[in-house]
């Protein structure tokens, strides 16, 4: 862009939690584009510092309040030199804590939450105006997306949020309160920006949506069918016509979502990646009913076979919550048992962290912190053993990866598997952005190693996978 360099600015965003707020940070450093800020990677160097948080577990929303304390200096310093430093919190802690943060750092000069960023500009400009913060953690009744600038994919893997926002209500989870209630955008508007995103470059793209698989967006004006709105499997398909979109994965879902249609998109949909992140959050039925999970331990196994009856490669991961109010010894080895069943291939798992507000925070007969903690040690042993097992049971294998990065060496690239395993492979930097077929040749404790091959790799050298 031609702007005068004076008024170039530097803007640093640090991300907090999920790829949503991965994708958030993007779209922000869009919005602030046309006002000159470029991203840099350094804080000292900033002119503006936006923190994108997360308020999903206790930890994330103290490591900002650090932060905050880190920045405090560095704001100080800046204007003891006669300069000037925005900060602003963005995301789900400014949400759920907005007043909080400014009382506990008056020196914050906006707080944002995660639906009122394209606003960004008139929040800039009143905080370079005024003395005082701004606070915007409204939940605006038209949708942000219609006021954002168009996305750019910056490299051959690219985020797209087609929903935001929960109604599920699981009781432990804040999403519902800082994120609000399930938006889903239109297909069109999908379908336009996945068109642009391969056009600029991207083979794969991961759609978006805090409950993804609610996706219930309206169905774009050409659309022939009777249906006035899309599910998720019917955007999928749809997608999957895109020239150049080789790869399409979506996350996070909830079991209770997972439809017909989008059963069937797994068994017909060849670029719909057989890795699916289905979070189950526990193995006892009594537990997950006091989550208010809306599912059981035999509806979650059933889905799962039908999942694998559609696509007999699918492999699964999960999220994990240990140490639920009231959670026993007998319902913790129900989520074992479930863990060896499922054989999921990567897991998170996490302590119950008490959420301000929500029901089972209340819940009197909290896990004492040591048991949670013996729990999570023992749950992440065998899930560690399953990633590995996964990961040995690949080598002699031959998978699509699509290679996406430069390795560490001269002439090593790194690309990603179906299962998302990362994979390097030697003197194969020609096939940067492409999907070739790799032969997996060993395993290193976070990677694996590859080769190219015979046969694979088709396409003339230097030619992209995208038109
Ligand atoms: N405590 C611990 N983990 C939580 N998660 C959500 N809320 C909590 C909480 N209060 C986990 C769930 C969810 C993931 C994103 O974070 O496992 O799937
Ligand atoms: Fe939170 Fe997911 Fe449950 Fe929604 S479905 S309340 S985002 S855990």
Not at 206 to 234: C, I, K, M
Not at 412 to 431: L, N
Request: charged content about 25%.
């Amino acid at each position: 862009m031609n702007r005068p360099t004076t008024l170039a600015k530097k803007l640093y965003v640090k991300t907090y939690g999920c790829q949503m707020n991965v994708y958030d940070s993007a779209r922000m450093a869009d919005v602030l584009a046309p006002l000159g800020y470029a991203n840099t990677d350094s804080p000292e160097e900033a002119d503006m510092v936006i923190l994108n948080t997360c308020h999903i577990r206790e930890k994330a929303a103290e490591k900002v309040f650090s932060e905050l304390g880190r920045l405090k200096s560095l704001k100080r310093r800046k204007e003891d030199g006669g300069g000037r430093l925005i900060l602003a919190v963005a995301g789900c802690v400014a949400q759920a804590e907005g007043e909080e943060i400014l009382r506990r750092a008056p020196y914050v000069d906006i707080v944002l939450g995660p639906q009122t960023y394209h606003r960004l500009p008139e929040m800039v400009a009143k905080a370079s105006r005024a003395a005082g913060s701004v606070l915007d953690t409204e939940f605006p009744a038209e949708p942000k997306f219609d006021h954002l600038p168009e996305s750019r994919a910056e490299g051959f893997s690219a985020f797209l949020s087609v929903q935001e926002g929960c109604d599920k209500f699981c009781s432990f989870c804040v999403v519902p309160y800082t994120r609000g209630a399930e938006y889903s955008r239109p297909a069109g508007a999908v379908l336009a920006e996945a068109r642009r995103l391969a056009s600029q470059g991207a083979v794969e793209i991961t759609l978006l949506g805090q409950n993804v698989n609610g996706y219930h967006g309206e169905a774009p004006a050409s659309s022939h069918a009777a249906a006035s709105e899309w599910g998720l499997g019917r955007l999928i398909r749809a997608l999957a016509e895109i020239e150049g979109l080789e790869r399409i994965r979506y996350t996070t879902s909830h079991p209770r979502d997972m439809d017909g249609e989008l059963i069937a998109a797994h068994g017909e949909v060849p670029g719909l990646m057989p890795f699916l992140h289905l979070p189950v959050q526990a193995g006892s039925d009594r537990i997950l009913e006091a989550m208010n999970r809306r599912h059981d331990r035999d509806f979650y196994l059933d889905l799962v076979g039908r999942l694998k009856e559609a696509r007999a490669d699918l492999a699964l991961s999960s999220d994990f919550i240990v140490g639920f109010p009231g959670e026993t010894d007998a319902d913790f080895a129900e989520t074992l048992d479930l863990v060896r069943r499922v054989g999921f291939v990567q897991t998170y798992s996490f302590k119950y962290s008490p959420r301000p507000g929500t029901p089972a925070a209340a819940i009197e007969h909290q896990v004492p912190e040591r048991v949670k903690e013996a729990r999570l040690a023992e749950l992440q042993a065998l899930l560690t053993e399953l990633t590995t097992d996964f990961n040995r049971r690949s080598v002699g294998r031959v998978m699509p990866v699509l290679f996406d990065r430069p390795g560490r060496h001269p002439g090593q690239i790194i690309g990603r598997s179906p299962y998302m395993q990362p994979i390097h492979v030697e003197g194969a930097d020609t096939f940067m952005g492409q999907v070739v077929p790799v032969r997996i040749t060993g395993v290193h404790p976070n990677s694996l190693a590859g080769e190219v091959s015979p046969g694979g790799g088709a396409r003339p050298q230097g030619e992209k996978a995208y038109a």
